[in-house]
């Protein structure tokens, strides 16, 4: 910590140093108090720098490796230790307080803009080597957190002792206004990182363009303001270090495009047709043409695959049909299968489907591959498209009575879905349930997750509805579905679906003889769905809740 010193009396020139002493008060080319207010605006970009790369590998991590709740936890505790870590290491800098800051937020931009496309790579091309490279990607993010802590936190002893060297004063004011500069630095990150550069930039470009200004900064902070203490090698030296820097950041950056086209195709083959961030999720379409089978990937997992979608689609659509099916809703199901399987019932008036990116909806009316899959399901009449988020659009919903409620939502276990999946969401859906009428959960896998899947029917079962579980197998595994992009043991890899079906009263597992034959799905197939799940129950399980979340 800085020692205080008594400030010198009102008008009295600071002491002269002798050239090249880092200890007394530096000599600036410009004014004290102008020397000050750059020191500060440098505390408030460095600061704002620091918060984008700590953002950038949270929101990476869990576009990566899923469960964002899991992967923000380990990035922000590894790099709040590594910051006090660097703090006591940056004690040993003080006497060379300008050279250290220099050298600290140089090597801060290289790691810090490198980060993103680092931890990209290793996921792309060894994420799926499994043995010891199986968990490559989360050694990488854990190592990166606690290098970027290390150097952020080296930054505030060094910044403390500078604008000490400018105009003494007392250590809790100066402490004071380096804190204002820094927490308003990192207001202005943090809000830059979700409305400018991830929409504008990109995960990876933002993260180079965040590294190069911290570089400029950083280096013209010390070489404009502090050249004086520093040595003519030293001065050199920085000069060179911080070009490097921002010629590989350039360099990346113009590259990123290749890089980041190079690294889909080694994550997804070499056969992707689309690729776009939509304003919730990236959205991937791979193969659909010359008999190739259509696969959809919701931020890298698997949510589409036309080799096994059939099935999915069948299971989960045809035993809610058994009985009253005039009106029906559809909550997700934005790629238009789950309204294909609907619509091919005689006495369907009414089908409203309830998906919260408008973009999916936009591919399943237009890309020719998808609308194929879904036999433009979105072009019938009856087929009403509300482009919300499902929990928001039943809280407002005024009651009407839906004969079935469809809810085909991603995984469960996915942090953005938990809320989709809880007691108080189960109330509303059974709050649009006509009499008599039924709804159907799409509950996540039942043997590879049978505690996530008895939690699902316990919390439906807690929202006052009695349950029918059963599941589907044949289930295609060759990439992730749910929270984790790709599992680090393949044999535990999902290989079936798990559902619910659920009234007020005693729901009947079982196929409408009247109606459309389903192409795979059996009554027997059916039975044995039933069977094979109830074998797995956990019992005794709590309801997951808004609060209280239990997958």
């Avoid at 800098?93 to 496309?117: D, Y």
């Avoid at 996530?452 to 929202?463: H, P």
């Amino acid at each position: 910590m800085i020692e205080p010193h008594a400030p010198a009396p009102p008008g009295c020139p600071p002491p002269r140093s002798a050239p090249g002493d880092p200890t007394g008060p530096a000599r600036l080319p410009v004014r004290p108090g102008t020397g000050r207010f750059l020191v500060l605006a440098g505390v408030f970009v460095c600061a704002a720098c620091g918060l984008v790369y700590e953002l950038e590998l949270v929101a990476l991590a869990s576009y990566l490796m899923g469960d964002s709740v899991t992967q923000a936890s380990v990035v922000l505790s590894v790099m709040v230790f590594a910051m006090g870590i660097g703090s006591l290491g940056a004690k040993r800098l003080r006497p060379l307080a300008a050279a250290g800051f220099g050298a600290v937020e140089a090597t801060l931009a290289l790691v810090g803009g490198c980060s993103a496309m680092a931890l990209y790579a290793v996921f792309a091309w060894t994420g799926d080597w499994g043995g010891m490279w199986a968990n490559g990607p989360r050694c990488l993010l854990v190592a990166f957190s606690l290098a970027t802590g290390l150097l952020i936190g080296a930054e505030v002893p060094l910044l403390m002792e500078l604008i000490q060297r400018i105009r003494r004063q007392d250590a809790g004011g100066a402490v004071a206004d380096l804190s204002a500069a820094d927490y308003v630095g990192a207001l202005v990150g943090g809000l830059a990182f979700p409305f400018l550069l991830l929409p504008f930039l990109g995960q990876l470009t933002g993260a180079l363009l965040t590294g190069a200004v911290n570089a400029v900064v950083g280096g013209a902070l010390v070489l404009g303001l502090f050249r004086r203490d520093l040595t003519r090698r030293a001065r050199w030296l920085l000069l060179l270090g911080n070009a490097l820097v921002l010629t590989i950041l350039a360099t990346a950056a113009v590259l990123v495009d290749d890089f980041e086209r190079a690294a889909r195709q080694a994550v997804y083959g070499g056969d992707v047709r689309v690729a776009l961030r939509t304003g919730v999720k990236e959205v991937v379409l791979v193969g659909g043409t010359d008999g190739r089978p259509l696969d959809m990937y919701f931020d890298g997992r698997l949510r589409v695959s036309g080799r096994d979608e059939l099935r999915y689609h069948e299971a989960l659509v045809h035993p809610a049909m058994s009985g009253p099916h005039a009106r029906v809703l559809i909550l997700g199901g934005g790629d238009g299968l789950a309204a294909r399987e609907v619509l091919r019932y005689p006495g369907v008036d009414r089908v409203d489907v309830v998906e919260l990116d408008a973009e999916v909806v936009r591919l399943a009316r237009t890309d020719p591959a998808l609308s194929a899959l879904n036999r433009h399901a979105f072009g019938d009449r009856r087929v009403h498209v509300t482009t919300e988020d499902a929990f928001g659009w039943l809280r407002g919903a005024t009651p009407a009575p839906y004969d079935v409620v469809v809810s085909d939502l991603p995984d469960p276990g996915i942090t953005a879905s938990t809320k989709l999946y809880s007691q108080e969401f189960y109330g509303l859906a059974r709050r649009v349930l006509a009499p008599g009428g039924r709804l159907v959960v799409h509950a996540g896998p039942v043997t590879a997750g049978p505690r996530t899947y008895w939690t699902v029917e316990a919390t439906v079962r807690a929202a006052g509805l009695r349950t029918a579980p059963y599941g589907m197998g044949g289930r295609h595994t060759a990439s992730a579905a749910g929270p984790d992009r790709a599992p680090a043991d393949r044999s535990r890899a999902p290989r079936d679906w798990g559902f619910v079906l659920a009234a007020r009263t005693d729901p009947r597992l079982a196929l409408d003889p009247d109606g459309p034959r389903p192409s795979i799905l059996t009554q027997e197939s059916l039975a044995a769905g039933e069977r094979a799940a109830r074998g797995t129950r956990i019992a005794g399980l709590p309801a997951s809740t808004l609060v209280h979340p239990r997958y």
